[in-house]
């Protein structure tokens, strides 16, 4: 009984002290540090919800309960080893989360802020609709060809770390373009496409591949690698898979598939393109029939459409 009695009394005096002492002098103040707790808990949520680190995280939450009641109720033994272990707490939480913080600190820095960096929301009406336009055509080129690709398209998080790894190019856009560069017999085609202010700024990047396990395992390295680059960026990444000529689109970490040319130039404006520049006609459009990573497996090779909406076969 002495034992039950002591932890009620530490949780007695815990809940005193931080629930119900707290609360006698509540005022505005608090409320906005409760919202801002309440929003920085949910960002961590979220950025840990679709990665490992879930079960490291409830790993950790179980580890310094354990110390709390190790501490409440008096184990001479165990406090002696759990009290080394929580002082060196801190350090090992930063090498355990160490890609965890990195992606989640290089996501915050990539954002231009006061337009210190390049500025990537003057680009021009014309010039996000030719950019549209040009994603599309040459995604259906390449799907027919059955050439895989990998065309980043950057918006407002710098894609410079990915830049340097590749060969800067510095080209006008265009589906002719594009074709080109990830022609089989080229140097440049293994490796990724990044378009920055509506021009093809670079080729043969690397990206970082997602370290997820839940993904369709049927999906290889260029998925896997737009899907890591949309963790870490709001960067919108396009994929055309060499083996099935399947055409995705991955955007904040989501991977849709089956796209044809006119649903993925419909998903393309809805995203690069603000509604007011948009044509009333075309307000609202989207991919609907995309279909999630998550939900369903890819489907089976459908005839690609051309620019006027017709399928061709496939050569």
């Known amino acids: 009984m002495e034992f039950f009695a002591k932890v009620w009394e530490g949780l007695s005096a815990f809940v005193a002290n931080n629930v119900i002492r707290p609360f006698s002098t509540f005022g ?9 707790l309440a929003g920085m808990f949910f960002f961590l949520y979220r950025f840990a919800q679709k990665r490992r680190s879930t079960k490291l995280i409830i790993g950790v939450v179980l580890f310094f309960l354990i110390m709390y009641l190790v501490g409440t109720m008096e184990m001479v033994a165990l406090d002696f080893v759990v009290g080394d272990l929580r002082q060196l707490g801190v350090i090992a939480l930063l090498i355990i989360f160490q890609p965890e913080l990195r992606a989640a600190l290089e996501k915050i820095g990539g954002v231009k802020v006061f337009n210190f960096q390049h500025n990537h ?9 030719y950019v549209v336009e040009s994603v599309s055509r040459a995604a259906q080129k390449l799907s027919l060809a059955g050439h895989g690709a990998l065309i980043v398209i ?19 856009i265009s ?22 202010d509506g021009r093809i700024d670079s080729a043969a990047c690397v990206l970082p591949m997602t370290s997820r396990v839940d993904i369709d395992s049927e999906l290889g390295t260029r998925h896997r690698a737009a899907i890591g680059t949309t963790e870490l960026t709001d960067a919108i990444v396009v994929v055309v898979s060499e083996e099935t000529g399947n055409i995705s689109l991955s955007k904040d970490g989501e991977l849709q598939r089956g796209f044809t040319y006119s649903s993925l130039r419909a998903a393309l404006k809805d995203i690069l393109i603000p509604v007011e520049n948009k044509p009333k006609k075309a307000r609202g459009k989207s991919a609907k029939n995309a279909k999630s990573t998550k939900s369903a497996k890819p489907a089976d090779k459908k005839k690609p459409e051309s620019a006027d909406g017709s399928t061709q076969d496939q050569p």
């Open 121 to 129: 929301t003057d680009k021009t009406n014309i010039s996000a609709h």
């Open 28 to 36: 505005f103040l608090d409320v906005i540090d409760i919202l801002l």
């Open 175 to 196: 589906p002719d373009m594009l074709c080109s560069i990830f022609y089989k017999g080229t140097a440049l085609h293994d490796g990724a496409v990044i378009i920055r």
């Open 154 to 172: 950057e918006r407002k998080n710098s894609l410079d770390d990915y830049k340097h790894t590749g060969s800067v190019i510095d080209a006008v």
